[in-house]
């Protein structure tokens, strides 16, 4: 599975953005997805991630009604809404493809291909 992110960007705080994660092979629409994030001197976080099917989903507590995971298996995309951007959500983020029937709630080591990453930055 290759993993391509894109949409990152310099955005004020406030502002929404939207991030797509699109994935190559064929076993995408079985795997969990995730998306993590990681600060300049900060360990990797968690985002949110979701099932194969796109029916669970879970999102990390501070991130809960600003950021939505979402996916088009139709499209092999992923994608993270992110909204109400803060300074402190400033970061690399990174999408994730993890075991196929995966659970939402893999840590970032069970998760088996990572992208590159796409540098989000929100100034105040």
């Known amino acids: 599975v290759q993993l391509q992110a894109s949409g990152g960007g310099l955005v004020q705080a406030g502002d929404s953005l939207r991030l797509s994660c699109a994935a190559s092979?064929?076993?995408?629409?079985?795997?969990?997805m995730g998306w993590f994030r990681q600060a300049a001197g900060k360990e990797r976080e968690f985002v949110a991630a979701?099932?194969?099917?796109?029916?669970?989903?879970n999102h990390a507590d501070s991130m809960k009604g600003r950021f939505i995971i979402s996916r088009d298996n139709a499209k092999n995309t992923v994608d993270l809404q992110m909204s109400s951007l803060k300074p402190e959500d400033t970061a690399v983020y990174y999408c994730?493809?993890?075991?196929?029937?995966?659970?939402?709630?893999?840590?970032?080591?069970?998760?088996?291909?990572w992208g590159q990453g796409t540098q989000v930055t929100v100034s105040s």
């Open positions: 092979g064929r076993t995408f629409r079985s795997r969990v």
């Open positions: 979701i099932s194969g099917s796109g029916g669970l989903t």
């Open positions: 994730a493809a993890g075991k196929i029937s995966g659970s939402v709630r893999l840590t970032s080591k069970e998760y088996e291909y």
